[in-house]
C-alpha cells in the first residue's frame, strides 16, 4: 500500500547518470522493508496463536490468550496498527487522503467495539499487502538495473607513464584508457592504438559486433571482444551516449499514465461512499431496530468490506510487473505512458533496414562448393574464428 511508486520513477533516480556505472543504487526493496516484513510475521503469529487458543478453548491455555490482561488479538493490532495510523496522520497532515483513512478508522472502530480479531485481521491483510509490494518493487528494480548495469566500476588508466585501477567516477576527459578483450567500455572516446571488434548491440541493437580500429568511435557500456584497445576519453560520467539513454527513460518515468491518474481520482471519490455508506448501514440499523448499538457491527463490515486499497494498488502494481518483465526480455520502455500507449497501437513502422533482431547471431544457411563438405567447411571455419 506504501511501496508502490506514484509512478516507475523510483527505479530511475534523478542522478542516475552520475552514479558509478549508471546504474541504480545498490539498496534493495528488501532491505528497506526488512522491518515490515518482520511486523508481519510478529502480527501474524500473534493472531494466529489468538485463534487456536480461541479454537481449543482449553482454559488451562486462557491465560496465555491474554498475558497481563490485553488479548493476543489486540496486541497484533496496536502493533501493526500503529504503523498505519502514523502514515494516515502524516498524509493527513500534507493533505493527502487515501484508503489508509478508511483502513485506520475500520482497525479503531473494530477496537473500540470490542472485535480485536477483526481489527488484527484488517491490520494483518494490509501489512501482507506492504509486504507483497516491497517484493514486487525488488524484483522490478533488480530487472532494470540489470538492463542498465553496462559500465565497469572500474577503468585501467595510463597516468604517469604507467596503468592504473581508478574508479570510473574519478575519469577526466582526454585521459587514455585500455580496454582489455572481454571488457566493457567506461567511456565514449576514440581509439588511439588496437584493433578489435566491438559489441554495440547493448545501445543500438544491432546483433553484428562492429569493427575498431585506430580513429574509430566506441561507447560506454559497449562490449570489447577480441582485441585490446587504448581509448582517449571524450565523454565520460553524465556526458556518455549510456548516460543520456539512462537520463532519458528516467525523465519519461516521471510521468504518471493517465489511467494511473483515473485510479487515483477514483480512489480519492470512493473514499467517502465508503464512509457515506457505513454511515447510512448505522442509520439503518437504528432506524429498523431502535438501538444504535445493533449497528455498529454492520457499519463496521461495510468499512472493512468496501476499502479501496486494491484500486489503488492494482494500476501502478501491475504497470511495475509489466515494465520488469519487459526487461528481464531485455526491452526498457520509456516510462509507464508509453505502455499504456501501446494498447491504442494497431500498426507499426520500422525504419532504416526493416530487419529486427535479437541481438544474437545465427547459422541460416549453408553452402559448401564440391569437393568441400558442409562439415568439412563449418571445422575450417570454427577453426579460423
Not at 528488501?30 to 487456536?52: C, E, I, K, R
Not at 571524450?234 to 548516460?243: D, I, S
Not at 499514465?257 to 471519490?269: V, Y
Not at 526487461?327 to 525504419?351: N, Y
Request: glycine share 10%.
Amino acid at each position: 500500500m506504501h511501496y508502490v511508486p506514484d509512478s516507475a520513477r523510483d527505479f530511475l533516480p534523478d542522478d542516475a547518470a552520475a552514479q558509478p556505472g549508471f546504474g541504480l543504487p545498490g539498496g534493495s526493496f528488501h532491505y528497506q522493508s526488512a522491518p515490515v516484513y518482520f511486523l508481519t510475521v510478529v502480527v501474524g503469529a500473534l493472531l494466529s496463536a489468538d485463534l487456536l487458543i480461541g479454537l481449543f478453548g482449553d482454559s488451562t491455555w486462557a491465560a496465555y490468550q491474554s498475558p497481563l490482561g490485553f488479548r493476543l488479538a489486540l496486541l497484533a493490532a496496536v502493533l501493526g496498527g500503529g504503523r498505519i495510523l502514523y502514515q494516515t496522520l502524516e498524509g493527513l497532515f500534507e493533505g493527502r487522503v487515501g484508503a489508509e483513512l478508511a483502513l485506520s478508522i475500520a482497525a479503531l472502530a473494530a477496537i473500540v467495539l470490542g472485535e480485536y480479531m477483526t481489527a488484527a485481521l484488517v491490520v494483518f491483510i494490509a501489512l501482507c499487502g506492504e509486504s507483497v509490494e516491497g517484493y514486487t518493487l525488488d524484483r522490478a528494480q533488480s530487472a532494470i538495473r540489470r538492463v542498465f548495469d553496462l559500465c565497469p566500476d572500474v577503468a585501467h588508466v595510463l597516468r604517469g607513464g604507467r596503468e592504473v585501477d581508478v574508479p570510473v567516477a574519478q575519469l577526466r576527459e582526454g585521459e587514455t584508457v585500455t580496454i582489455r578483450p572481454g571488457e566493457r567500455v567506461p567511456v565514449d572516446g576514440t581509439v588511439s592504438t588496437g584493433i578489435s571488434t566491438v559489441d554495440q548491440s547493448a545501445l543500438t541493437g544491432e546483433s553484428l559486433p562492429v569493427d575498431k580500429q585506430t580513429g574509430s568511435e566506441v561507447f560506454a557500456g559497449t562490449l570489447n571482444q577480441y582485441g585490446s584497445l587504448s581509448v582517449v576519453a571524450n565523454k565520460v560520467g553524465e556526458a556518455t551516449t549510456l548516460a543520456k539513454v539512462v537520463e532519458l527513460v528516467a525523465e519519461a518515468t516521471r510521468q504518471k499514465t493517465p489511467l494511473e491518474r483515473t485510479a487515483d481520482r477514483l480512489a480519492r471519490i470512493f473514499l467517502p461512499f465508503v464512509l457515506g455508506a457505513s454511515l447510512v448501514t448505522l442509520i439503518a440499523w437504528r432506524w429498523s431496530t431502535g438501538d444504535w448499538r445493533n449497528g455498529f457491527r454492520p457499519a463496521l463490515a461495510v468499512l472493512v468490506v468496501a476499502c479501496p486499497c486494491p484500486l489503488i494498488l492494482a494500476t501502478p502494481t501491475a504497470v511495475i510487473a509489466a515494465m520488469a518483465w519487459l526487461a528481464r526480455k531485455g526491452v526498457v520502455v520509456k516510462g509507464s505512458a508509453a505502455l499504456e500507449s501501446l494498447a491504442a497501437v494497431d500498426t507499426i513502422a520500422f525504419d532504416k533496414t526493416g530487419t529486427l533482431t535479437k541481438g544474437e547471431l545465427a547459422l541460416a544457411e549453408l553452402f559448401a562448393v564440391p569437393p568441400c563438405t558442409e562439415t568439412e567447411l563449418l571445422r575450417v571455419a570454427a577453426i579460423a574464428e
